[in-house]
């Protein structure tokens, strides 16, 4: 029976793997995402989880070591953060391109320089063009039901596809929530063995990796768009099915009291429930303010989004990463998406919690004040860093 | 082992590949292949072996064959050993009988790769690597690798009025890989066919990481006539400069003895690389062909 336990995220993560029946895992550790890889490496030492861990000597190692045995046709998994992912950026297109399903938790971190070891979303925001299905959780009970789709989604002969699941570096990855743990056999039920169509076998020999002339290479990268578009339609089938057995239904957007409301606020990753917070006393004073978050990241999800937005005035967005010379990314795309839109709300675009500054409600509360003002004013400046101290 | 048994006449480096004319990596390949049989997964590091013989749609490979990038070869064979393991265990697929085997130039395996392939044998998985050793970057243009012998010019080591060329002496990788307490090291030269063939069998059988590393010469990067690859790889084996030999569970043995050495002068003579040494220049390579010849026999005794 699935039970309720108090369960660090990271640990339940790890459990998650294990309930996936992985076969391989290669992963190098990396704050904050250490407690995902070190659990795994118990489970395997203790003969919980019959897989084989190879702890290799880089990131850029774990993703090569990846594509190996996903192309072997193996279930395969690793987990990074930060530097890591920068590390392994030039295997991650590799892995997309060749159609390997790995599914990779990302502990999300910010980048040097300056060291920081605290959480942001500058890592993900360098990942962002590298064809892989993107998944941003909010809690710990998405991180572990959607590392379990994670391996369907990755492993259907339609999409092949590497699946990111990113969780916030300690703001979530060592946060101790209540989690409903699945069992084992319900989770058989929902996950097929991993059948690879074509892998690396001697009875079958295949030839994956070879070079592509100018001739073959804009039709290989027009597959691969369309491959990864395509595979959206199964990401909703498998949320669905998922939510059919487990009860817990996800969706590429989430809304938070915005079906009224002219004014919205946009987060992706666990700020969002920081912000709810700050929506309920808003509300409270007759402010119509709702939240959306994405939760699939890639591929975007332009439809839902749009249908999110289409009665709104103004959208307030939090980028927990700063693209240097240009703003917030995810405000950036945010306006690229409601382009088309005839009637576009204004989007106001704000930088903060970045390398693990934390955001309160109070804090969300002077966002939404101040866009509101920069809305009512016009302005024409991109974006602003929230809380800097002078 | 009778020597008949060794190299079979089936080709599985199929013709029709894009490698210069009289290309002696090419030649490795096709002996090693070989040798190799039909039960083995390939892992080819980016680099000319894999840009020739694998153009979209076409591919010279009869067996299981993946290319990724230039630096990892070691890991991506890292994680097919242990795929197949696990679904060997797990009886998903009984793979327990399948060799992986990486295969790089001298670049990829003496520097970009050098890490992972270090970590790869550190960590013991069941692989044979095979470093096709052309002593330079051929696939991007006859740059200079830490596998380039002193004094040889490249086009990112040119030798002019103010530079010999090449100024550091080539790495010793096969001592390096020694150094991981592999069970199976060795170098070799398609010039000596026989000794390949042994030596790659030997590594196939070895249960655990194995090194062998293969003097290929490259007429394009070394300025040499088309048609005397093989003499020059023999050539660079008499005089010393490519001693060939083995490391088997730390025991050093040197499979061919060229003694008395040949001077270095008829090897360097007869490629365009060498061209510009002035005597003072091949001396001082003769002195050190001398003395790493003499370690390697200390080696050898003990
Ligand atoms: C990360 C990276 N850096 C550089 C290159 C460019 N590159 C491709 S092959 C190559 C040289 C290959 O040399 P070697 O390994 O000796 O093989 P050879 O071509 O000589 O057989 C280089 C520098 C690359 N593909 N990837
Ligand atoms: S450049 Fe040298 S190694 Fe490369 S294909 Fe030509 S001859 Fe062979
Ligand atoms: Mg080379």
Redesign the pocket.
Known sequence: MAKRTGIEVSIAVSEAVKLANTDVIAAYPITPQTHIVEHLAELVAQGELNAEYIPVESEHSAMSACLGSSAAGARTFTATAGQGLELMH?VVYVASSMRLPIVMAVANRALSGPLSVWGDHSDVMSVRDTGWIQIFVENGQEAVDNTICAFRMAEDSRVLLPVMVHLDGFHLSHMVEPIMMPDQKEVDEFLPPFNYPLPLDPSKPVTMGAFAPPIVFTEAKWAQEMNLEQSKDVILEVWKKFGDKFGRYYNPVECYRCDDCETLIMTMGSFSETAMMAIDKLREEGKKIGLFRIRLWRPFPFEEVRETVKNAKAIIVLDRAISLGMGGPVASELRNALYPLEKRPKIMGFVGGLGGRDITPTDFEKIIKRGLEIAAAGSNREFEIYGVRE | MSKQTVVETKERFAPGHRACIGCA?ALAVRMVCKVLGDNVIIVN?????E?VSSQMPFTSWTVPWIHT???NNSAVASGIEAGLKALTRKGVRDMSSTKVVAM??????L??GLQALSGAMERGHNFLYIC?????????GI?R?S?TPYGATTTTSPAGKASIGQFSWKKNLPAIAAAHNIPYVATACPSYHRDLAMKVKKGMEVKGPAYIQIL?P?PT?WRCPTDNAVEVGRSAVQCGMYPIYEVENGKYKINVSPEPLKPVVEYLKGQGRFRHLADTDINKIQDKVNQDWAHLKELAKI
């Not at chain 2, 590091?45 to 072996?49: D, I, L, P, Q, R």
């Not at chain 2, 790089?104 to 395996?109: E, F, H, I």
Request: with cysteine; hydrophobic share 25%.
């Open positions: 030039e | 990596e590091a980016t680099g000319c072996m840009i990038l230039f630096e790089g130039g001298d670049g990829s395996t520097d970009i096709f050793d052309n002593e330079a970057y051929m696939n991007t740059q690798s596998s290929s490259c990067g």
